[in-house]
């Protein structure tokens, strides 16, 4: 528990509170022992081996080793700062530990965007961006006009969601809803849904609403094609369902997907159409080209299953 504290930064007190705690209600004491509260202030976390650990707790039984990672990730999430690097300890703490093989079901992938790959990415960024920008500006203000006219509210939304390595960005789009949802609980669309305004079932049915991303793709938060951004809401539940959730997050997020184009958007009322997501996504980042961009954003415009679920 302390080494995954001390994996993005130093322990926090937060983190080192909660990890007392957890200690003390294993214990059933009050209080921790002299040796354990020294312990957790002379941690060295430079010098942990965390293979030799893993090892002597991988013979353990299986609960146990359940119960290990359950208590590793509360000490993660009590200061409430998302970070990659606990995710990836928590992943690493996984595999060390042999776990069943369904439930390690994705492959871990390291980010294809470094060097020259990371410079065509942005390159066709800006380049497909702005001019997508310039074409549609005028389609984009009569857009805006319309939804001013037919519905009470601003013409665009914004809601907080994650980008590359987890950086909370702004994500624009035409509002389509009477609701804005932007807090600890968002309420997926669903069909028939009585929160989708007249026009906004027009915009999302033809993905109209997500044009105002190419401002976030301009800015460099977001890129043309990635792992679609999830909201914040869904991001805090699905990565402690999801194993390697957060991996889509190695990328920049992106206004379409080869998830999206795959049939797979919409509302993900069951575990499984999430974990299919997430899959579709990891394997955009293992199989990353500019020519597997170009064939998402074609089969975003011109593709029959990136219409399905779409309300």
């Not at 081996?49 to 146990?64: I, Q, S, T, Y």
């Not at 871990?108 to 800006?126: C, H, I, N, T, W």
């Not at 994650?162 to 968002?186: C, Y």
Request: aromatic share 6%; charged share 25%; proline share 5%.
């Amino acid at each position: 528990m302390l080494a995954a504290a001390h994996s993005d930064r130093p322990a926090s007190d937060v983190e080192r509170a909660t990890i007392r705690k957890l200690l003390c209600e294993l214990l059933g004491m009050p209080e921790l022992p002299l040796r354990l509260e020294h312990r957790i202030q002379s941690f060295d976390a430079t010098n942990c081996d965390l293979a030799r650990l893993a090892d002597e707790l991988a013979r353990r039984p299986v609960v146990g080793r359940h119960s290990l990672i359950e208590l590793t990730r509360q000490v993660c999430d009590s200061d409430e700062d998302l970070d990659l690097s606990e995710d990836r300890f928590l992943l690493a703490l996984a595999l060390a530990l042999s776990l069943e093989p369904e439930e390690i079901t994705h492959v871990v992938y390291a980010s294809p965007f470094v060097g020259m790959s990371r410079m065509v990415k942005r390159a066709e960024d800006l380049v497909l961006a702005s001019m997508l920008l310039f074409a549609l500006a005028v389609p984009m203000l009569l857009i805006a006009f319309i939804i001013k006219r037919t519905s009470p509210g601003p013409a665009l939304f914004r809601q907080r969601r994650h980008g590359e390595d987890g950086v909370e960005i702004e994500v624009l789009k035409f509002r389509s809803m009477t609701t804005q949802d932007n807090g600890p609980r968002v309420q997926q669309a669903q069909k028939n849904d009585p929160r989708v305004t007249a026009v906004g079932k027009v915009l999302r049915r033809t993905s109209l609403d997500e044009l105002p991303q190419l401002l976030n793709v301009v800015r460099g938060e977001m890129s043309l094609v990635g792992p679609r951004p999830h909201a914040i809401a869904h991001n805090a539940m699905y990565r402690t369902k999801i194993l390697e959730y957060m991996r889509r997050h190695k990328v920049k997020p992106g206004i379409t997907g080869w998830a999206q184009v795959n049939g797979l958007r919409g509302e993900t009322d069951t575990l499984d159409k999430m974990v299919a997501r997430v899959e579709h996504d990891l394997e955009y980042i293992r199989r990353w080209s500019l020519w597997l961009d170009l064939k998402i954003l074609f089969l975003t415009a011109f593709g029959r299953k990136v219409r399905q679920n779409a309300y």
